[in-house]
């Protein structure tokens, strides 16, 4: 992902304004903030016309398994729709911007980075958690395999990790140690425990058990 | 003794994998309002006016605050406490930070203005509608500016921008030492300011219970720390406030004291009558956690004709930025590393605290110990360079032996223990030195550049060195069939729970999964150490072993009490209190019945431990790296450690702190650093995408081996191990790379070791060559 | 903020014409954008649902890409990794795995940046937009479409359909790298795409050079092409390839490199990037 970095830095700010102005259109964004709840009809285009959503609209997501429907804000995203409308609080936030991993879920069987998922643009997604992945009591082969190679220390990064760690073997990443630390760059363990972390998933990629 | 239990893996590792961890944005609770401060953009102003009026009427909106505000309720600045002298010898200024800017702001991205509301994005909306009346002024960014002559003043009580200094050994006698020497080479050299980057933002929830105390769960890795001070500024006895934390995604250092968002979110709890949650966003977290290092080095070592060190000099200039506490002089208590593992007869050294328009530096795993570690092993190598002595030989030369210690290093540190050559024969076989120079031609036939660098980290851990912390801990058996453990140390990510979970159960003889652990709560214990300075295990499970031996020694009244004996007639082994000579036995859960129904504090015990002294994690790093001259790109290539952590408690749990700290230390040394631009003043290193953080494909497998020499200064053998990894392998690492590229003429290179760097530091030498 | 998804280009380029429209695709730039306030849209459109962005197309001519694919997808389909691995691997350097598979050609062209990594690979590859706009479609070749940063050669209700790539020559074949300072995550230093074609005796026929964030927009070099034109891509105009390519950049100094640093590594970059197209076009 590129962002026009080189000329005035990542913010795209260049001299500090002497006066913190308001922008015309927050007047918009602050009177969206309200959860519209007029359903709107996302699920079917039929023939040539736009399907308008207003200001709120309603999605149906199946969430671990679970069909959810829901009211959400255009500018939501998936990891907050996760977080706060399903108190699914697994999921994390670590930079809100796509670059840490740890908001990673699979979406219709894809790794995705939640927080740059708008829900709006997902109408009757299939969502898999880190709360979805254990089967009760039983673990997921690559939940077990993290705990016996010790692949998690604060544990903040760990859910992304685990649901990334899962879509990079059943996508045919896994087949070697440096074809596991190319495809898993995306996620970011400040811990250091990336050598557990890359072995834990290639054990389970090697052993089958997905 | 006791019987040890087979590891299976961390016993928190099961709630963190399948998403049951509890940090603090995972916390609900009914009425949970938001808060969101407004920070300044400019690193030096003096604020005019600060109009609220708009965002006070926006949608959602609870409260809009600001210093006066805060002032107007008797919350004053947090404390500084330091007692050094500044430069005129006068008593350092207490320059203390304001919790919300009233006149002046000092740093890009100080608090000034906080809003409460019922969500974030209100919060954050309205925050735009604040207008601030900035009246920019001069500022200073680094160190260099900030003591030129006639350089603007960070705070006007003190005009040459010197916090504090501080200095021991003598001038005169390393001056003889110079003179006399054969050779004397120096470093100027700059450890660069990084920030912690802990996965989990910063982040506070406040809240006042139904008795009206200030409790705060708070992503802390200090709990104990945080209470005098929060007691403090509401002016309430310590008995309320209450501190808790529960997960904690991260720490290094950067979470161990009060920051100004914790005291906002309990004075907006105070005011409103609601909870308030603060959580940091990320491109605030750049901005707004306390940074690391920044440290420009000035030393000298002086060496006679063999090679052998006769005296070391070195001057420390910390930028700590604009506000100064006690948290501004790590530089000064692991100073004392600056004498490695070598004989040095003579070691003079002064560090100074140097005010900028900077956000504070302060500790930051290792705190001082990779930046001492980095001038010592950074000079011996200028030395092994400038006399062609092969750097391994060098540093066998001057090495301290087994049969001096106790070893007073003449300056700081008194090592209790160690066996410094081992470590380094034994890392010499690990990384299979004798093989490199071989490699070293392999790699120039296919055009590249092969380093390989060595650093012998020593580091004071269970301290602070001048004065170690006192630990506490408690433990209640219940008839239940569990045992709590209450401790004062905190794991943010370090398994210690599980550490100490194994201890008490291999001591009383019950199965792990009976055992429960609950940390960061200040309601529990009189007091306690939190995470920081490597000492979980030496101090934390050291005070842990004395209060199960406290548990032992009342159990066997207790259960002399029911067997009609006296306590020295009762043995205890294998979770039963036997009266000796019979076959009489209670177990540890009859015990614990047998209290309860006498009493209402059933079967507890509690222990403090006051380490005697500190102790010396030492070893040997020897870092292998591969560069392309074209491009400067540069490849790890293999990583060795021996390291001497005293008694091993958990092999695993200790290799991944090793891991961890390399990471960090690499990564400091090939990218990771923080850039202001020099005109906006704004930061230009403020996301993962700008700031080098190392990815899975970043670092290579880390071969690690431990070897036992354990201490006496704690009964466990322990010496610590949290912070052992990132000490050796700055240096290691900068030492790798100038190995590399000294055949092409350079002698050093500064960090970050980039491409660009490395490209220009070549470049550069085929000039230097050429012409 | 409004989110539509209309079905039509007519319904979209009504849409985009209308005050605060922004086109969303995969939205992993816009929404990064968005949080930072850099960018405050009133109605995203989201073009996804528009057939004709989503599909991927083979006849004689060539390729037709539709400009919300995604990079994960460009990889899946049987025959474009193969004529055009360059290009696919080009887009799939676009942030980290996550991203590839929201990420999509016409988003990291509109952000407008220099240093987006893809572009580079289309140049060369000599990929051709397709504009719809409320006066209906035209087409403009991907190097004349970025003119500065966050600048585009694109007007008021017009956003990409669709890349035509034409069909690879007999002996073509095209590469793509970039030099980066750690990790795919990051920015680029240097990107560099190159595709050539051969005739029967190894002769270089045809070639296009293009390079990115060394410029204030992708740049198409001319002379880099000229330089390996009528050889047979030998060491000596491989290093006419480089002096074209290094005389080419306008880089700018910033933390991830001074200008000479860019300049010299881009030739390099170039000879590499150049050494693997003509193997695979001589394995065709």
């Given amino acids: ?210 | 003794m006791t019987e040890t239990i087979a590891y299976t893996g961390r016993i928190e590792d099961e709630r963190l994998a399948t998403g049951r961890g509890r940090y603090v944005a995972d916390l609900r609770l009914p009425r949970l309002a938001h808060a969101f401060t407004v920070r300044s953009v400019y690193s030096h102003a003096k604020i005019r006016s600060i109009d609220t009026a708009a965002a006070k009427a926006a949608p959602g909106v609870l409260a809009v605050l600001t210093g006066a505000d805060l002032a107007a309720d008797g919350i004053g600045d947090l404390p500084c406490g330091v007692e050094l002298p500044k430069s005129d010898g006068q008593k350092a200024h207490q320059a203390k930070r304001p919790v919300l800017a009233r006149d002046r702001v000092r740093f890009v991205g100080e608090c000034v203005v906080l809003i409460v509301a019922e969500s974030v994005e209100q919060a954050e909306a309205a925050g735009e509608l604040v207008e601030i009346d900035y009246e920019p002024l001069d500022a200073v960014a680094d160190v260099e500016p900030a003591l030129a002559s006639g350089a603007p003043a960070v705070w006007d009580e003190v005009p040459d921008n010197i916090a504090y200094v501080w200095k021991k050994g003598d001038n005169d006698t390393f001056e003889k030492a110079a003179a006399g020497a054969a050779h004397v080479v120096r470093l100027t050299s700059h450890v660069s300011r990084v920030t912690a980057c802990s996965m989990e933002p910063r982040g506070a929830l406040g809240l006042i219970d139904d008795e009206g105390r200030y409790v705060i769960h708070a992503s802390t890795q200090g709990p104990f720390n945080m209470r005098p001070t929060l007691a403090g500024l509401f002016k309430v006895d310590q008995s309320k406030v209450r501190i808790l934390a529960g997960d904690v995604g991260g720490s290094f250092g950067m979470k161990s004291g009060a920051y100004p968002e914790d005291v906002l979110v309990l004075w907006a709890a105070k005011r409103l009558g609601r909870p308030v949650r603060w959580i940091s966003e990320r491109r605030e977290s750049f901005l707004s956690d306390d940074h690391g290092r920044d440290v420009h080095i000035d030393a000298e070592l002086a060496l006679d004709k063999d090679g052998k060190i006769l005296g070391l000099r070195g001057k420390f200039d910390v930028n700590i930025g604009c506000y100064l506490s006690g948290r501004s002089l790590f530089m000064i208590g692991n100073l004392g590393g600056i004498a490695g593992v070598y004989r040095i007869p003579t070691i003079v050294a002064s560090v100074r605290g140097i005010f900028t328009n900077q956000q504070t530096s302060a500790p930051y795993r290792g705190a001082g110990r990779p930046e001492a570690t980095y001038a010592i092993e950074r000079l011996i190598d200028l030395a092994a360079r400038k006399m062609k002595i092969d750097p391994y030989q060098l540093r066998l030369r001057n090495l301290v032996p087994p049969t001096a210690m106790p070893y007073d290093t003449g300056f700081t540190f008194v090592y209790d223990c160690g066996e410094f050559e081992g470590n380094m024969t034994g890392a010499a076989e690990l990384a299979d030195q004798a093989g490199f120079e071989a490699r070293r031609a392999e790699s120039a036939k296919r055009g590249k550049l092969r380093g390989l660098g060595i650093a012998n980290p020593i580091e004071v851990a269970g301290g602070p060195f001048a004065k170690p912390g006192k630990d506490y801990s408690s433990i209640r058996v219940s008839s239940d069939g569990t045992v709590t453990l209450n401790t004062g140390v905190m794991s943010v990510g370090q398994g210690i729970e599980t550490m100490m979970s194994y201890l008490v159960a291999e001591r009383l003889g019950v199965s792990v999964d009976k055992v429960r652990y609950v940390q960061g709560d200040t309601d529990l214990l009189p007091g306690g150490r939190g995470n920081g300075g490597s000492s979980s295990t030496g101090v934390g499970g050291a005070c842990v072993a004395i209060t199960l031996d406290n548990t032992i020694a009342k159990g066997r009244e207790i259960a002399a009490d029911m067997l009609e004996a006296k306590p020295d007639d009762i043995e205890f082994a294998d979770g039963h209190f036997r009266l000796g000579g019979t076959n009489r036995a209670v177990t540890l859960f009859e015990v614990a019945e047998h209290a309860e129904k006498a009493n209402d504090d059933g079967f507890t015990a509690a222990g403090e431990f006051q380490p005697p002294s500190v102790t010396y994690p030492n070893g040997c790093h020897m870092c292998e790296i591969e560069i392309d001259p074209d491009t400067g790109a540069l490849e790890i290539v293999r990583y060795t450690i021996v390291e001497d952590i005293g008694t091993v408690i958990n092999p695993t749990l200790a290799r991944g702190q090793i891991h961890g700290g390399v990471a960090q230390g690499v990564a400091q040394a090939i990218g990771e650093k923080l850039i202001y631009d020099a005109e906006s003043a704004q930061l230009s290193t403020g996301s993962f995408m700008d700031y080098m953080i190392p990815r899975a494909h970043d670092l290579p497998n880390i071969n690690i081996r431990t070897r036992e020499v354990p201490t006496k200064v704690n009964s466990l053998g322990a010496k610590g191990v949290g912070e052992a990894g990132t000490v050796g392998s700055l240096a290691a690492t900068i030492n790798a790379v100038c190995d590399a590229l000294s055949p092409l003429g350079i002698t050093h290179i500064e960090m970050p070791a980039t491409p660009a760097r490395i490209w220009q530091a070549i470049e550069n030498a085929r000039e230097a060559k050429a012409a | 903020m409004r989110y539509e998804k209309p079905t039509t280009v007519e319904a979209a380029t009504a849409l985009l014409a209308g005050q605060g429209a922004r086109v969303l695709a995969g939205g992993t730039d816009l929404l990064v954008q968005m949080r930072s306030r850099v960018l405050s849209p009133d109605v995203l459109v989201d073009i996804k649902g528009i057939d004709a962005t989503r599909k991927i197309t083979k006849d004689a001519s060539g390729y037709t890409i539709g400009a919300a694919v995604t990079g994960a997808e460009l990889k899946e389909h049987p025959t474009l990794s193969k004529d055009w691995p360059g290009l696919v691997e080009a887009a799939n350097l676009i942030g980290s795995t996550q991203v590839q598979g929201r990420c999509s050609l016409g988003g990291n062209l509109c952000n407008g940046s220099p240093a987006a990594d893809s572009v580079p690979g289309m140049i060369a590859a000599g990929a051709v937009a397709t504009i719809a706009g409320p006066k209906g479609t035209r087409t403009l070749p991907v190097e004349d479409i970025m003119l500065a940063p966050r600048k585009l050669a694109l007007t008021a209700g017009e956003f990409i359909v669709s890349f035509k790539i034409p069909a690879r020559p007999a002996h073509g074949g095209d590469a793509y790298l970039r030099f980066i300072p750690r990790t795919e995550m990051d920015i680029a230093v240097v990107g560099c795409g190159v595709a050539l074609a051969l005739d029967a005796g190894g002769t270089c026929t045809a070639a296009r050079v293009s390079l990115g964030a060394v410029a204030a927009r992708p740049l198409l070099v001319e002379d880099g092409a000229k330089a390996l034109i009528g050889t047979k891509v030998d060491d000596a105009a491989l290093a006419k390839l480089e002096a074209a390519v290094r005389a080419a950049c306008k880089p700018i100094d910033d933390k991830r490199g001074t200008v000479e640093f860019r300049i010299d590594v881009a030739g390099t970059l170039a000879k590499r990037t150049a050494k693997i197209a003509l193997e695979r076009a001589r394995k065709v």
């Fill in chain 1, 1 to 210: 992902m590129s962002t026009d970095a080189e000329h005035t830095g990542s913010q795209g700010r260049s001299d500090p304004p002497a006066r913190v102005t308001r922008r015309a259109a927050l007047q918009t964004a602050a009177s969206a903030v309200a959860f519209a709840t007029a359903p709107a009809s996302n699920a079917q285009q039929t023939g040539p016309t736009t399907s308008a959503a207003a200001e709120g609209s309603t999605i149906r997501l199946i969430v671990n398994g679970q069909p959810r429907t829901l009211s959400v804000d255009p500018r939501q995203s998936i990891l907050d729709i996760l977080r706060e409308t399903l108190d699914l609080t697994g999921t994390k936030k670590g930079c809100n911007a796509g670059a840490c991993g740890a908001c990673t879920v699979l979406l219709n069987g894809q790794r995705i980075n939640s927080c740059l998922a708008l829900a709006a643009m997902h109408d009757g997604a299939e969502i898999t958690t880190i709360e979805g992945l254990a089967k009760g009591d039983d673990l997921h082969p690559l939940q077990q395999a993290f705990i016996e190679r010790d692949g998690l220390q604060c544990g903040y990064c760990t859910p992304g990790q685990i649901m990334s760690g899962v879509a990079c073997i059943s996508e045919g990443h896994a087949g070697s140690v440096q074809e596991i630390k190319a495809w898993m760059s995306g996620n970011i363990c400040r811990c250091g425990a990336y050598a557990g972390i890359v072995e834990a998933i290639s054990d389970v990629a090697k052993g089958g058990k997905l």
